[in-house]
């Protein structure tokens, strides 16, 4: 295997493969080059069957990614079990676990429905519960740690979650750990896979390294690779004391320091490090590759809507100057910045999007997909299942039942057999089939109506039926997301596009994806920029009220003793996160900082510069004062 184009670390990652190994991959260090070729080394040059190895990633699409460039470098027959962590358990639960094929995924958007279904409680509220449901399921606390109200929710919620056959994503790592403590099961899975790799281990959970540990437990291989200073997920339930104190679990260890970046400028590095020196985690500092500087700069005004204007002004000069729309990225640590923000490009006819959950994982979008592949005969037999059982009333009847027909391929007949509500989703079925024939841009919005009144019928009967509560955020023919997503094809239709049949349907959806590469703006949260990277970086609200965002635990309300996690941890977390915004810039990177922030009620008051700018005021190219009269 070609190692010429990887530098000296890198290659020492590379050929390291049996023992245990802590790899420290900075950000832009090509901690995915050096994972594929570790990988292919193993199999090329070392003949281990590619069957042996275990790389466990963080999403979904970095497992595609890794094992893209695996077939790219050790052909495309290759096959390694490269996955998530959550998939890698449903694959164990359905070989070990009794009953493990017919459990489906409960998707967070999926399970906080069934927590609301269950227990009546508010969509507000489910949110705050769910966090505790996380830090019970994810190892961080004990369901006794919490008050009886939670307790009482957890139990119901897991409860109907098991009647209905549905898996949480954390909740599948707790069945598996379980599984593991056996010890036949444990042989057979470590007989299998003798390699373990695990990709951004600074994210991982102690749930998620208990598994690590047990499957590393015979064969002592196991590869990790993080970058501590991009550990931003704490609220998640991740804990970034298991990265940094790994010699602890495991003194043989050796740890390899994977520094020189390949993304930013010199000035942009020596930023970063500044920010991870003043950091007590133990990282090594990164060292810049690119022989161009990059540039970080500072510009203020007094409102933030007059920094917006900047934005744009900088961007258009941007392209005026040659470059291109989707050079540039515009960061904000929340959701609302962003909203205003594209309010001002729509104003300046700036092509922009906005990074967000894809339309094909929502919640209603994905169940509408399913009924329209299923009237066009095209979905298969478990995702018959799948449909059938996202209705939770449905589901409640007898989910056994309804597994076995499915299975045999005769859903649609059973519908209709059964009566009630089962047989009005197989009319429905057969009315499409015998109406529509398949889905196309002369009948999306007619097809999609259909679906939608029967399925609001279908959940408001079945729910009155079994005791749930039924919310009008639970309706289809009155939910955002699906009319967002409508309003997404219409514009399409409009523009000249045709498609007929589901195939084609699903590539025009797939090209909504924002991170489909055309050129316009991206706007997207410092969490959803990890791991990718734009020539201009724009960050907005740059100020101590805004960044850091320290905001009191909506968890604390519901457990017996105080759980204020200190403020102290809180800001370092933000402080990562900071870094990580910095580490997306190739060339260039604003700060934007307004100096009042209006109130509700037409008041202003001063705002400061974000305290995490004083760590690297020095270091700036430039501060300079808006002139910008919109």
Same mark, same amino acid.
């Given at each position: 295997?070609?190692?010429?184009?990887?530098?000296?670390?890198?290659?020492?990652?590379?050929?390291?493969?049996?023992?245990?190994?802590?790899?420290?991959?900075?950000?832009?260090?090509?901690?995915?080059?050096?994972?594929?070729?570790?990988?292919?080394?193993?199999?090329?040059?070392?003949?281990?069957?590619?069957?042996?190895?275990?790389?466990?990633?963080?999403?979904?699409?970095?497992?595609?990614?890794?094992?893209?460039?695996?077939?790219?470098?050790?052909?495309?027959?290759?096959?390694?079990?490269?996955?998530?962590?959550?998939?890698?358990?449903?694959?164990?639960?359905?070989?070990?676990?009794?009953?493990?094929?017919?459990?489906?995924?409960?998707?967070?958007?999926?399970?906080?429905?069934?927590?609301?279904?269950?227990?009546?409680?508010?969509?507000?509220?489910?949110?705050?519960?769910?966090?505790?449901?996380?830090?019970?399921?994810?190892?961080?606390?004990?369901?006794?740690?919490?008050?009886?109200?939670?307790?009482?929710?957890?139990?119901?919620?897991?409860?109907?979650?098991?009647?209905?056959?549905?898996?949480?994503?954390?909740?599948?790592?707790?069945?598996?750990?379980?599984?593991?403590?056996?010890?036949?099961?444990?042989?057979?899975?470590?007989?299998?896979?003798?390699?373990?790799?695990?990709?951004?281990?600074?994210?991982?959970?102690?749930?998620?390294?208990?598994?690590?540990?047990?499957?590393?437990?015979?064969?002592?291989?196991?590869?990790?690779?993080?970058?501590?200073?991009?550990?931003?997920?704490?609220?998640?339930?991740?804990?970034?004391?298991?990265?940094?104190?790994?010699?602890?679990?495991?003194?043989?260890?050796?740890?390899?320091?994977?520094? @020189?970046?390949?993304?930013?400028?010199?000035?942009?590095?020596?930023?970063?490090?500044?920010?991870?020196?003043?950091?007590?985690?133990?990282?090594?500092?990164?060292?810049?590759?690119?022989?161009?500087?990059?540039?970080?700069?500072?510009?203020?005004?007094?409102?933030?809507?007059?920094?917006?204007?900047?934005?744009?002004?900088?961007?258009?000069?941007?392209?005026?100057?040659?470059?291109?729309?989707?050079?540039?990225?515009?960061?904000?640590?929340?959701?609302?910045?962003?909203?205003?923000?594209?309010?001002?490009?729509?104003?300046?006819?700036?092509?922009?999007?906005?990074?967000?959950?894809?339309?094909?994982?929502?919640?209603?979008?994905?169940?509408?997909?399913?009924?329209?592949?299923?009237?066009?005969?095209?979905?298969?037999?478990?995702?018959?299942?799948?449909?059938?059982?996202?209705?939770?009333?449905?589901?409640?009847? &007898?989910?056994?039942?309804?597994?076995?027909?499915?299975?045999?391929?005769?859903?649609?007949?059973?519908?209709?057999?059964?009566?009630?509500?089962?047989?009005?989703?197989?009319?429905?079925?057969?009315?499409?089939?015998?109406?529509?024939?398949?889905?196309?841009?002369?009948?999306?919005?007619?097809?999609?109506?259909?679906?939608?009144?029967?399925?609001?019928?279908?959940?408001?009967?079945?729910?009155?039926?079994?005791?749930?509560?039924?919310?009008?955020?639970?309706?289809?023919?009155?939910?955002?997301?699906?009319?967002?997503?409508?309003?997404?094809?219409?514009?399409?239709?409009?523009?000249?596009?045709? #498609?007929?049949?589901?195939?084609?349907?699903?590539?025009?959806?797939?090209?909504? &994806?924002?991170?489909?590469?055309?050129?316009?703006?991206?706007?997207?949260?410092?969490?959803?920029?990890?791991?990718?990277?734009?020539?201009?970086?724009?960050?907005?609200?740059?100020?101590?009220?805004?960044?850091?965002?320290?905001? &009191?635990?909506?968890?604390?309300? #519901?457990?017996?003793?105080?759980?204020?996690?200190?403020? @102290?941890?809180?800001?370092? @977390?933000?402080?990562?996160?900071?870094?990580?915004?910095?580490?997306?810039?190739?060339?260039?990177?604003?700060?934007?900082?307004?100096?009042?922030?209006?109130?509700?009620?037409?008041?202003?008051?001063?705002?400061?510069?974000?305290?995490?700018?004083?760590?690297?005021?020095?270091?700036?190219?430039?501060?300079?004062?808006?002139?910008?009269?919109?």
């Amino acid at each position: 295997m070609n190692t010429l184009n990887l530098n000296d670390k890198q290659v020492e990652a590379v050929k390291s493969v049996e023992g245990v190994y802590n790899i420290s991959s900075g950000a832009g260090t090509g901690k995915t080059t050096v994972v594929a070729h570790r990988i292919a080394n193993m199999i090329k040059n070392l003949k281990i069957p590619a069957g042996e190895i275990l790389a466990i990633t963080y999403t979904n699409s970095a497992a595609e990614e890794m094992n893209k460039r695996i077939r790219g470098l050790c052909g495309k027959d290759v096959e390694c079990q490269i996955s998530t962590i959550h998939v890698f358990a449903k694959l164990m639960i359905d070989k070990y676990y009794k009953g493990g094929k017919s459990l489906m995924w409960a998707t967070p958007d999926f399970s906080q429905k069934a927590l609301e279904a269950v227990t009546g409680v508010d969509r507000f509220s489910a949110l705050n519960v769910m966090k505790c449901i996380i830090e019970i399921e994810s190892g961080r606390k004990k369901l006794s740690d919490f008050n009886n109200t939670v307790q009482k929710y957890y139990n119901l919620y897991a409860d109907f979650l098991k009647k209905i056959k549905r898996l949480s994503f954390d909740g599948a790592l707790n069945i598996l750990n379980k599984l593991l403590d056996d010890p036949y099961v444990l042989e057979d899975i470590t007989n299998t896979y003798k390699y373990i790799i695990v990709d951004e281990f600074q994210d991982i959970n102690t749930v998620q390294f208990e598994i690590i540990q047990k499957l590393a437990s015979k064969n002592k291989n196991l590869f990790v690779v993080g970058d501590i200073n991009q550990s931003i997920y704490g609220f998640n339930g991740s804990d970034y004391t298991i990265m940094n104190d790994f010699e602890n679990y495991y003194p043989e260890a050796k740890t390899i320091n994977v520094n @020189e970046n390949y993304r930013s400028g010199e000035n942009i590095i020596k930023v970063a490090n500044r920010i991870s020196e003043s950091s007590e985690l133990k990282s090594e500092p990164l060292s810049a590759n690119k022989d161009k500087t990059g540039a970080i700069k500072v510009i203020i005004s007094e409102y933030a809507d007059d920094l917006y204007y900047d934005v744009a002004e900088n961007i258009t000069q941007n392209v005026k100057n040659g470059g291109l729309y989707k050079d540039n990225a515009i960061i904000a640590r929340t959701n609302w910045e962003l909203s205003q923000m594209a309010k001002v490009l729509k104003r300046r006819r700036i092509p922009y999007v906005i990074y967000s959950q894809p339309y094909t994982e929502t919640l209603h979008t994905m169940h509408i997909f399913e009924h329209i592949l299923f009237f066009e005969n095209k979905l298969d037999n478990i995702g018959c299942y799948d449909l059938i059982t996202r209705y939770l009333g449905l589901a409640y009847d &007898d989910i056994d039942e309804i597994y076995d027909v499915c299975m045999t391929g005769n859903a649609l007949s059973y519908l209709i057999a059964k009566g009630d509500e089962f047989k009005e989703l197989g009319l429905l079925i057969w009315k499409l089939r015998d109406k529509y024939v398949e889905i196309s841009d002369k009948n999306v919005r007619e097809v999609i109506s259909e679906i939608c009144l029967v399925c609001d019928h279908i959940n408001e009967t079945t729910y009155k039926k079994h005791n749930l509560v039924y919310s009008e955020n639970e309706r289809y023919s009155t939910s955002y997301d699906l009319e967002k997503f409508l309003g997404s094809i219409e514009f399409s239709i409009k523009r000249g596009v045709k #498609f007929k049949g589901f195939e084609q349907f699903s590539k025009l959806v797939s090209s909504f &994806d924002p991170t489909i590469d055309t050129d316009d703006v991206k706007l997207l949260t410092g969490h959803r920029a990890k791991g990718l990277e734009f020539k201009n970086v724009h960050l907005l609200n740059v100020t101590d009220n805004k960044f850091p965002l320290v905001r &009191d635990n909506p968890i604390s309300q #519901f457990t017996k003793a105080s759980y204020d996690i200190d403020e @102290e941890l809180k800001i370092a @977390e933000e402080l990562r996160l900071f870094y990580v915004i910095i580490t997306r810039a190739m060339e260039s990177l604003t700060l934007y900082v307004p100096t009042k922030q209006k109130s509700f009620g037409g008041k202003t008051k001063d705002v400061a510069p974000s305290r995490f700018i004083k760590e690297i005021r020095n270091l700036l190219d430039g501060w300079t004062v808006s002139s910008n009269n919109k």
